[in-house]
């Protein structure tokens, strides 16, 4: 990692950490540099005009100091076409079209050098994303899982029997390459998985769920795990 990227991250660990902080020994360890170059990449940082608090000591570290903001955004070039890329080859999961404008805003306030420089880098990432479907039909199973509402759905199974039923909308997950709906089915009384290449139609009812869990959904696979918002930490 470049020193300039390796800043970047620095200081967004130690936004993360709050008001609780983090050891040098963590930082030295999730950035995979010594201790002492961390020090001596923490005192740029204060240098750079970052107001960073340490604390001595056992269960000590560093942080941010109190009411302090910093720049919204602060990618690398790396870092913004990391996003563009997983937002364009994955057009059919969930919030999709949210985390692409999401993506445009983190875009448009980058500086023009590292905007250019991630121009350049993107234009070498090709992308064949399999056509998603339809925008109505997503966008209501987004807001059902949202707001906890029971979504009414038309359901074409693999052995071609089409069904109308309202299910109480638990997680979205991913596997094999495919996109499912896991909730409880008011029809069949149970958890069930739903292809979202196969959910015809949907639509939000003004019906809130009941409160089934994802813990109904059973165990998930070894190398399954849900969307981590907190990176490593």
Not at 12 to 28: C, N, Q, T
Not at 33 to 54: M, N, Y
Not at 116 to 127: E, T, Y
Request: aromatic fraction near 4%; charge should be positive; charged fraction near 25%.
């Amino acid at each position: 990692m470049k020193r300039v990227e390796r800043l970047l991250a620095l200081s967004e660990m130690l936004r993360r950490s709050g008001k609780r902080g983090i050891s040098g020994e963590r930082l030295a360890r999730e950035l995979e540099v010594s201790v002492r170059t961390i020090k001596r990449d923490l005192d740029s940082l204060e240098t750079s005009g970052v107001p960073i608090w340490a604390r001595p000591g056992p269960g000590g570290g560093y942080g941010l100091a109190a009411g302090v903001t910093l720049p919204p955004v602060t990618l690398s070039p790396s870092q913004a076409v990391a996003l563009m890329a997983a937002v364009s080859a994955a057009r059919d999961a969930p919030y999709a079209d949210l985390a692409a404008a999401g993506n445009q805003k983190i875009l448009d306030v980058l500086d023009p050098a590292t905007r250019m420089r991630a121009d350049r880098l993107a234009r070498r990432i090709w992308v064949n994303a399999v056509p998603s479907s339809s925008r109505a039909t997503r966008s209501a199973l987004e807001q059902g899982m949202a707001e906890q509402r029971v979504i009414r759905i038309r359901y074409t199974s693999a052995e071609h029997s089409t069904t109308t039923r309202d299910v109480e909308p638990v997680l979205f997950a991913s596997t094999n390459g495919q996109w499912y709906l896991v909730g409880w089915c008011r029809l069949r009384d149970a958890i069930r998985w739903f292809a979202v290449s196969r959910i015809e139609r949907a639509s939000v009812t003004t019906t809130a769920c009941t409160g089934h869990t994802i813990e109904e959904v059973g165990e998930p696979p070894l190398n399954a795990k849900p969307v981590n918002t907190r990176g490593h930490g």
